[in-house]
Structures are given as C-alpha cells and as structure tokens.
C-alpha cells in the first residue's frame, strides 16, 4: 500500500485515517472499482452454498404448475 497524502496540507496519513490529523480536512479512503462487484458475487456464491438450488428449482416448478 501507498502512503496517502492529506489533499490540503500535503501531510501524511494512517492508512485508515477518514479525517487528517493535522488540518482536519476530510480524506475519503480510496474505493475500489470492483468491492461492489466483488461483495456481490461472494453473497451470490454464499447464498448459493446456503440455499439448496434444488430447493428453489421445486419452489419455482411446483409454483409454475399451480
Ligand atoms: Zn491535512
């Protein structure tokens, strides 16, 4: 990891610092691109691992025969 900067003052910054120490100015964490993407595809894979998929296939079919 890089060392972060404060936008303002130029000082330096814990890496989970929101606010720095020095100026008080507002230093948002840098947000990658793909944790959304990646949060969703882990609770798809956990939802998958917990729900049963035969489960919801007889709940999808037994509902289309209703
Ligand atoms: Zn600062």
């Known amino acids: 990891m890089s060392v972060r900067l404060c936008q303002r003052c130029s000082a330096e910054l814990a890496p989970d610092d929101i606010r720095c120490a020095r100026c008080g100015a507002r230093t948002p964490l840098p947000y990658p691109w793909y ?3 990646l949060s ?27």
């Open 35 to 37: 944790l959304p993407i």
């Open 40 to 66: 969703g595809m882990i609770l798809l894979l956990i939802a998958w691992a917990v729900i049963d998929p035969e489960v919801v296939w007889d709940y999808i079919a037994g509902f289309g025969a209703r």
